[in-house]
């Protein structure tokens, strides 16, 4: 049965006016914003007063943001391949038949169904704590007295290892299922095939398994590069200026809750959230660029 246009728009209208409620009009709001002085965050638009690019001329000036984005890239980069390498291993060692990877699959994946500030806290309680966390404890009865004494949560030194530690920990899963779901989606008789010329496991892996999943890594990574930028739990928990993240620098600027975030400054946390959704954007497409799917059969 052909439909008309306009049956197809009243349809539609519904589903439109939601996402143009939910998502454009913030958006379009918080541009706004970014270019005026703002008393509070739900003050209508006829007490704004502009600014013009002075918010981002501040932004760009302080020293706070500055370590929040440098921060962000470290985490992108680094803690970004750390997660990304390791979903990718235990996702072809959980795809090779092994015995009870069910049981993994679920054991591993089990920290993305726990709370991002009940994970922090047990990595800082439990795992780093220098008096009697895990580590502590396990390298004293290896007799690892130098490694035990290791100050983790020292500020200026380690804190932010450590975050970043915790963060691998409880994003590990996500990747590793995305990553299972493509590997099995590979037709088997390309490693049959693979088998009978003589690979080996490896070769298996470079010239099978990598190619097809090409698709899958660039959507990882996009999918990573929007969670760092919207990283904030643990960088709340492992509490320090070395630890700041853009995200956590917005809310401060929007509630004041840091010793070098003494005022309310909406125009400015909204000229930073701006930043940061350019640069997620930027990223994104260069990923996309850089990282085509060629769209084998598999």
Request: net charge positive; charged share 10%; hydrophobic share 50%.
């Amino acid at each position: 049965m052909k439909q008309s246009k306009g049956t197809i728009a009243v349809f539609l209208a519904p589903a439109i006016i939601l996402f143009a409620i939910v998502f454009i009009y913030p958006v379009v709001r918080t541009v706004g914003m970014s270019f005026n002085e703002v008393g509070n965050i739900t003050a209508d638009s006829s007490t704004w007063s502009w600014t013009g690019i002075s918010n981002y001329v501040d932004l760009m000036n302080t020293r706070l943001f500055r370590i929040s984005m440098v921060n962000f890239l470290k985490i992108w980069i680094f803690t970004g391949i750390a997660t990304l390498v390791l979903a990718l291993l235990l996702a072809t060692i959980l795809t090779s038949g092994i015995i009870g990877q069910k049981f993994f699959r679920a054991v591993i994946y089990m920290p993305n169904v726990i709370s991002g500030v009940a994970v922090g806290y047990m990595w800082l309680l439990y795992v780093f704590n220098a008096d009697y966390g895990l580590l502590h404890s396990l390298f004293l009865k290896l007799g690892w007295e130098t490694a035990a004494n290791f100050q983790w949560l020292s500020v200026g030194g380690n804190v932010f290892l450590a975050m970043c530690i915790a963060y691998v920990f409880s994003s590990v899963g996500y990747y590793m299922l995305m990553y299972i779901s493509g590997i099995e989606k590979i037709s088997k008789d390309y490693y049959e095939s693979a088998t009978l010329d003589g690979a080996n496991g490896f070769q298996k892996f470079m010239n099978i398994t990598l190619p097809l999943l090409k698709g899958v890594i660039g959507t990882s990574i996009t999918l990573w590069t929007s969670r760092v930028m919207g990283f904030f739990a643990l960088s709340q928990i492992f509490n320090s200026t070395e630890t700041t993240v853009p995200m956590k620098y917005v809310y401060q600027l929007l509630f004041g809750s840091s010793d070098e975030v003494t005022e309310l400054k909406v125009g400015k946390a909204a000229a930073a959230a701006v930043v940061m959704t350019v640069t997620v954007t930027i990223i994104s497409m260069v990923i996309k660029r850089v990282i085509k799917d060629e769209n084998y059969e598999i």
